[in-house]
């Protein structure tokens, strides 16, 4: 009588599970947006210009790292579409347009589909 032994796990590190790509391309095009945004002084002349400039600059390189599967663009991003969340909260708290409600939505979940445990797993 043999034992019967489960198969070992399938390592999956380095696969990109769709949902990784559709995130990651929506925050490219929310990024780039954001850039022209900056660029044609939507954000004003000063600081704002350039925090914005700064911030699309740090999420465009967490988008990348997150496409090649890196633990490091994964935390960007993750970073990225808590503090997106958070900010498009305060604005429909202080303007109530809904545009602001259902994109942070999207963020939220967004976050909490990256926060998963089999996505989490599967980045180098």
């Not at 496409?67 to 303007?95: E, K, N, P, Q, S």
Request: charged share 15%.
């Amino acid at each position: 009588m043999s034992e019967l032994t489960p198969n070992p796990p399938v390592l999956d590190k380095g696969r990109m599970l769709p949902g990784v790509a559709g995130i990651a391309l929506f925050m490219l095009v929310f990024t780039l947006t954001n850039v022209f945004g900056a660029l044609t002084n939507v954000f004003g002349t000063g600081r704002g210009k350039y925090g914005v400039l700064a911030l699309c600059t740090m999420l465009a390189a967490g988008i990348f790292g997150l496409l090649r599967m890196r633990r490091w663009g994964w935390a960007m991003v993750m970073a990225g579409a808590i503090l997106l969340f958070a900010g498009d909260v305060f604005y429909f708290a202080h303007t109530h347009a809904p545009q602001f409600l259902i994109r942070g939505l999207f963020e939220l979940v967004f976050f909490l589909y990256l926060v998963r445990p089999d996505v989490r797993d599967r980045m180098v």
